[in-house]
């Protein structure tokens, strides 16, 4: 390995610290859900998405990045394994030549892009899933159904890309995968014993604002990073962010006050992320105004969509396909209708800004291509796990709580007289 | 009158309330307990250190009722209560003195 | 002896305390409750899930006290946490076989 | 059938159970509460605020024993639990009417 | 919208991290308050404060942030509108023509300290101001208290700034605009019932200390990241936000020990945000060994000022008058006293650096004229805010708690037994 | 102070960055550590957390920083107190010419270093020791094993660095140093009550997995940030700090599937700590499949460890000599046999990539150089302090609870009474 020289200063540290804020991302999810589950499944969940950490940095290092990165395969399909165990990473990424950061930075900026991906499917699979299924279920979807679609949208060679799909950071990738591949597995999952008659309150609010806060915070890095270097369109990729948050969170509430009479705090939260999430694939290609409206466009959205698992029956916990799935359909549909060269030069116009139907029908072809994809592979993993391992655990330990039954622990042991024990 | 204390499994306080309610009995007193009994309680694993937990998390119950309806709501909580694995707990009914509603200082059966 | 249960509002208990102490009660013992009655509950939302919380937190006090103060004792901590709307609580009395104080073995009325 | 209820300091929980499981005594219902009595509390300061907080955490330990063995086990709880200090807590008996233990409906001696 | 090349990528990157964690402490703050109330207030403060964030952030890309850097209309006291919707960012904002960051990243990064001076004053009126009041009111109070004064201050065309007065990261336009805004609410709004006599204590003291630790690791961007750029002055911005913050709280401590025999942790942390308000006046114009005077002297000085609520009977709840007001007006007053060109060319000479008065005075002026325009619009918005719509929840909502009564949740639900519902 | 032109502005922002990351972990470290310990004894370590951040950032101004930096007085055992106060800082630091970062930032970096160093210690003296001995004993331990380490090793005239020993970011002086400091102290101050026969169940795991988190995040300072430049020494290391972390944590769960048939989210932070602590050392120095292994051995090898002390009844409360100690230790090891020149030219060739013994040896000198030390002078301290303040609370104030008997305050106050008070 030797050093290039070929890369700048400025871009490589943006791109790092994009990566540190999108890692730390990870464990604010994981607060923002065990927050939301009940306190004798708290860990359960926040261990799921730090062993997303854990798995997901390992597959990455050494198969993904390469399949996702290396020179295209043939077809825009996939990768080869060049780049696999990090190598090959003296000289820039297949396409990416432009891009000023260091290539090993790019690399660990995109598996960080990974891990959250796996880790927002433990939002679904909340309060029932095996420790062990979740592990082979995330291992196996990040080969099967994260790299592929990576390979399609982030790799300059990925035949959607080949074909002019704009995807900023990953509304495809992230948002639209992740909640139609939680779906697929909560549908072969089932629903949780009690749900939804009984009361499943969050345990602890003040953790998923924590959590939303920290989510907040990264998703700079996440969307403004995904420039992969400091200039214009990273500056208005991190206001559109924190725009959308904002209307997004506005959203959210103004529809609780009206619908339910109380604007509520878990709704704020949740529109902030909502916003963020739509705003995910335009953030470097729409105007601040058009950021505006997304947000606003997104709050009012999901907050609709996460009433359609009680409608529909399915038990999508913590409700990742009607913030994240639907907010990353929103997002890339918006971004048909937005886009505009006056803020990216090499982005595209909308429908809406006179760029005519062209970009808008790739951009929903994008879109359902992924939803697809993901839930049909996904689907078929879930179903193989739980015919093969199982992918639930008894219902003795779903009254118990996952907390002790997977892990040996307990969340939280209060009280003067101690553990008892 | 006549107290029943219930001591049952905590995910079984909602359903024990709709029976009771069913049965007529309109109010009662709940708070969290721990116990202790055949049923054992569990392991606790923290880096290396393993921590015998022996008291169980359990809810205890206590309705004020009319002397004659005391035998048959006991046999109602009992049953409803009663998921046949050991833990499930006890019920044990105690003589009042005096009974009072604090809103209209009405005593005995009318404090109900 | 007696011991006197009274389970009232939360917020109730510093008054009664103060009452208690004044009236001479030197000890009580309290714990935390929710209580089921003829006081509603409330409605919680959670991202457009609508749950009925139907318990209300209520305090349970305990306090031992001499056969011939009881009477007297439970009309002073009924009316001192009387706020006359629904869900003030209620009070029982219950007779003791005996009493004890852990810290120098004495019983009955010197237990107190 | 009698009710022991025991009002002690909470790290005297363990040491309590374990005498009782020595003296065969099989089983017992704990819940936290807070004591005032002769045992000072304590202040806090938040801020330049001093806040009295006047009740002392307690254990609460319920125990259902027979009639007969009653004394000798208030007795042995006494001893175990005492430190010598004000606060140790007090213990009281009461009188059951009915006990049954819910998994298998016995009744009396047997539901313990 | 074409693409600037005229400002370069380091003091972009730098003022995009200075609002990433500008932006941080809103949440951080959320915690820190969140933590001191009672366990059935903790979420409407929360969301006091996350509503601030969707709310400003609407109108200063509305009307604020042009309203404060755009060109002044006359007399340095109101900028004008051509910056509305984030227009016009192309060229540098009017009289920061020296400033080498992306124009729209100032402007972000000048959003979020609105945002977090708008969620300071949720620490006095916690407990029992009414949900949509609280909205109105900081709505209001932005365009017609902070605003203005943010022109004044920070738009070289504003009159106080026209005159010389100094103010590195909002002394003047954050702290003591906060801290006499604050005081003229709780005013309006009356004591919490209850107060002082019952107990009010902290529910989780360690969600504060959370909360602090985030807002000093978000004041190294609002202090430093005011440089608008990267160079020494931002090194000494950096360092003397560490060391006013160190000293500040162990000044607290001290305090404590002496007065009340226990140094507490709420002390501590408090300690440490007195010594962060009052630097942030004087973080990049006097030397490191100023900076630990500056801190100590808040540490005392605000220990002291928070018991004057029980003296004079306001009730201030969470002490943003006591910390953040008076913490101003000393780092203003210090800043008269200890400014040196040794450490910013760009800066003055102090009373005690041998700079004569001229300074001094204009510091005094400039707290005295933030204190009286912020306590009186501030007072009138309360009050007629208080005539029309009512400040302030019923007495049962009050008893109840807000969690409940204004947003339909509760914060915590510990406990085996769960909701019991 | 005159402003320096000599350092460019990519690095100075990112060892700015870096400072402001490494601050961050104490408060991270706080957290981590105040989940784990009883309700009662939350704030207190806590507290002994941020009164580390106040002490040791006035000492290392003072006095600490120079003798660390100055110009060494003679064999390499200290530098001088031209420094003292900050001052000097218009040249680059003695021996580090080539560091492009204004030294002055570079300063503030390293004390960031030094808290967090101290800081650790309160997790081995958790539950018992007084809070003014506490300070006493870091500040004490500061002054006369610290510093003295530090310019042994972080100095380029110390004379461990001149003997070539290499040390990324600090495994001698941070995590070794640490570690046996922490036993020399715990040797001291004896056993809690009721330890190990006593349940003391950690009272809060999420905070502590908050906490992990907040560790891990800032550990990318930490570790990148100690290139002291953005280059690509400064990517590999940040890309190894992510791996050994990954690795570590999956090291640790598998290590419990194994032996106690669960894998504990503690075990999960714990294990991503103890990866992290392993490649501190190794981080610019080793390719990233080495650091793969590293973090890996780590993860195993301290889920071991920390079992000692019930073996050998030392009471280290939160395992700092276990995760620490032995971290450090192994990745002093690992760094000789693994250093590669093909990753940093400045660094060297370990055992197993042909450099042949001479590193390895050096190595294990600094590592055996640093435990031996720390633990001897340490020792002398804390008897000393113990014969004279006395280290240990009283049996009462233990039982009681440190949070009450040395703060006056409680942790938590939940509950529909309130404080009842
Ligand atoms: N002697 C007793 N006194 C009070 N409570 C008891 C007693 N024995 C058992 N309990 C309570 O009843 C619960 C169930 O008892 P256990 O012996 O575990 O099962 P079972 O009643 O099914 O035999 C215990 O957890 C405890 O709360
Ligand atoms: N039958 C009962 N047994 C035990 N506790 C009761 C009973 N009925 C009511 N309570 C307690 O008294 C509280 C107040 O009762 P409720 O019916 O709501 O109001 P009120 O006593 O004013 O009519 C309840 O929350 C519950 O804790
Ligand atoms: N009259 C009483 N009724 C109920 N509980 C009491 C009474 N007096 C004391 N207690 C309980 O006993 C505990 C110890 O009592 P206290 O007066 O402090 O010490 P001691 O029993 O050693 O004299 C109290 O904290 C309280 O929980």
Known sequence: ???????????????????????????????????????????????????????????????????????????????????????????????LSWVGADPMAVMVFQMMFAIITAALISGGTADRIKFPAFIALIALWFLLVYVPLAHWVFSPNGWLAHLGVLDFAGGTVVEINSGFSTLAVVLVLGKRRGWPGEAMAPHSVPLSLLGAGILWFGWFGFNAGSSLGVNHVAVVAFTNTQLAAATGLLGWVVFEKFREKFPTTLGAASGAVAGMVAITPCAGFVSPLAALGIGLAAGLLCAVAVRAKFRFGYDDSLDVLGVHGVGGLLGMFALGLFATKSVNAAGGEGLLVGGGTHLFLLEVLAAATTAVFA????????????????LRVSQEAEYTGLDLSEHAESAYSHGGSGRLG | MKLIVAVVKPFMVAKVKDALQEAGVVGMTVSEAHGYGRQRGHTEVYRGGEYDVEFVPKARLEIMVGDERADELVSLIVETARTGTIGDGKVWVMPLATTVRVRTGERGADAL
């Open chain 1, 375 to 390: 839930f049909t592979v996904t689907y078929v993993i879930a179903k193989a796990l739980d015919l093969t391992m199982g």
């Open chain 1, 1 to 95: 390995m030797t050093i290039a020289a070929t890369w700048n200063t400025s871009d490589t540290l943006w791109v790092l610290l994009g990566a540190a804020l999108v890692l730390f991302m990870t464990p604010g999810l994981a607060l923002f859900y065990g927050g939301m589950v009940r306190a004798k499944n708290v860990l359960s969940i926040m261990m799921n998405n730090f062993i997303a950490i854990g798995v997901i940095t390992v597959l990455f290092v050494a198969l993904g990045g390469s399949l996702i990165f290396d020179v295209d395969l043939g077809g825009g399909l996939l990768g080869g394994l060049h780049l696999a165990g990090l190598s090959g990473l003296s000289e820039a990424l297949p396409g």
